[in-house]
């Protein structure tokens, strides 16, 4: 029996996660989307939340493995980790993100980590500049770029460390050139 799909997208904001996330949704049969925005506790009392709610998503992966639906996930608690290095939270959570990625690693799907860039960074300032913003983090050039580079760089120490998930680097500068890549990847006929 084929594994199910488990796909996580991450990324700067400003990439298209969401775009992408909605596209594979409306193109991958029997799949569900997940948006997960963690929480803004910047605190220790924060990393507690945050803890908590990874474990128990982890438990509802590791329960749904022998279900038939593939699942996409528009950020995970690779962000949390993201987020901490860049000093945007007041603790470390390295220690906790490599016991879920451990976890992580071990479920039986066929796991990819999508990690979304923009060779071009002046298009961030395009795809910054709209009407609705999430109000945890500040839109700002300077953030994007410096997301950009932890998440390149996580997505190195995955492909170096963790064998069972595939790591994909996926230029978003022309969305039609990145769809023609997802499409040969899972094999979407979309015409």
């Given at each position: 029996?084929?594994?199910?799909?488990?796909?996580?997208?991450?990324?700067?904001?400003?990439?298209?996660?969401?775009?992408?996330?909605?596209?594979?949704?409306?193109?991958?049969?029997?799949s569900n989307l997940y948006r997960l925005a963690g929480q803004k506790e910047k605190s220790l009392n924060g990393k507690k939340l945050s803890i908590d709610m990874?474990?128990?998503?982890?438990?509802y992966l590791e329960n749904m493995?022998?279900?038939?639906?593939?699942?996409?996930?528009?950020?995970?608690?690779?962000?949390e980790e993201v987020y901490a290095r860049l000093g945007y939270?007041?603790?470390?959570?390295?220690?906790?993100?490599?016991?879920?990625?451990?976890?992580?690693n071990d479920l039986n799907y066929d796991i990819y980590f999508i990690c979304l860039f923009?060779?071009?960074?002046?298009?961030?300032?395009?795809?910054?500049?709209?009407?609705y913003h999430h109000n945890y983090q500040t839109f700002k050039l300077e953030n994007s770029i410096s997301q950009q580079e932890e998440y390149l760089k996580l997505a190195?120490?995955?492909?170096?460390?963790?064998?069972?998930?595939?790591?994909?680097?996926?230029?978003?500068?022309?969305?039609?050139?990145s769809y023609?890549?997802?499409?040969k990847m899972f094999n979407i006929n979309n015409k």
């Open positions: 029996m084929e594994k199910m799909k488990l796909i996580v997208i991450e990324g700067p904001q400003g990439t298209g996660k969401t775009t992408l996330a909605n596209y594979l949704r409306e193109n991958i049969p029997s990874y474990n128990y998503l982890m438990n493995q022998n279900v038939p639906m593939h699942l996409i996930f528009d950020r995970t608690f690779f962000t939270k007041d603790y470390q959570f390295t220690d906790q993100y490599n016991k879920l990625l451990k976890r992580f923009l060779k071009k960074t002046d298009l961030f300032i395009k795809r910054l500049d709209r009407e190195n120490e995955i492909e170096k460390d963790w064998k069972n998930i595939k790591v994909v680097r996926l230029e978003m500068d022309d969305f039609k050139k023609a890549i997802i499409n």
